[in-house]
């Protein structure tokens, strides 16, 4: 379920935003990924892209549901990433973490060091669903130590646009503890992230949010 941003594509003539004539051989996943995403921001005149759900890595969040670690995979999601910097000069880039700590992300996703440090913005993932089960502010408390210092976002979690239950109401004490979580770091965080509307595309009631923000400023 995750694209391998080192697989070698086939050949096509078929025409793409980033490659008119179609692909050449030998072109990667990752190069086209970010050549077309380079067009999609250019042509839309967007300010930046969020690279969802660990983007650049094999595997998805559990720790060991990935390949381990090698130099080789390291140095080409190190080789991805520095490209879609360059490519998107001027723009802003947000990474989706893998809601693991930088070790885990490390030894089980292969994730370089360096990798962070082409970051505009990281979010350190604690949606509910996933954070019953894992140790959310091991991982945030992880991503604020990272020296390169991409802007770490906190994860807030009301509601998810593409499920159907509300976290609010299906995991009250969990949405709680993420808002907890963010007033107690609020002076290293550089920001909050959270989906505001539901699958309907209901918002996110505003008595909620200026409810936390009041909690949030104010630090109760």
């Not at 990281?122 to 669903?129: E, P």
């Amino acid at each position: 379920g995750m694209f391998d941003i080192r697989g070698k594509l086939q050949p096509d003539n078929f025409g793409y935003a980033s490659s008119p004539e179609g692909i050449s051989d030998g072109t990667t996943c990752g190069s086209f990924l970010v050549d077309q995403a380079k067009r999609y921001l250019d042509d839309l005149a967007f300010d930046g892209i969020l690279y969802d759900n660990q983007l650049g890595t094999r595997g998805r969040w559990h720790d060991g549901d990935g390949p381990g670690y090698s130099p080789a995979e390291a140095t080409a999601i190190e080789t991805f990433l520095a490209y879609s910097q360059r490519s998107f000069a001027g723009k802003q880039l947000m990474w989706f973490d893998s809601y693991n700590n930088v070790d885990v992300e490390r030894a089980t996703f292969s994730f370089p060091l360096e990798g962070y440090s082409h970051f505009d913005y990281l979010i350190a993932s604690g949606f509910c669903v996933m954070s019953r089960t894992k140790p959310y502010t091991d991982d945030l408390a992880s991503k604020l130590q990272i020296q390169s210092h991409p802007k770490i976002l906190a994860t807030l979690d009301y509601v998810d646009p593409w499920y159907t239950y509300n976290s609010m109401s299906n995991y009250p004490a969990c949405s709680r503890q993420l808002e907890q979580t963010a007033i107690d770091n609020r002076f290293k965080i550089d920001g909050l992230m959270f989906f505001a509307n539901d699958e309907r595309g209901s918002l996110i009631p505003q008595s909620l949010i200026e409810s936390f923000a009041a909690r949030f400023f104010d630090g109760r």
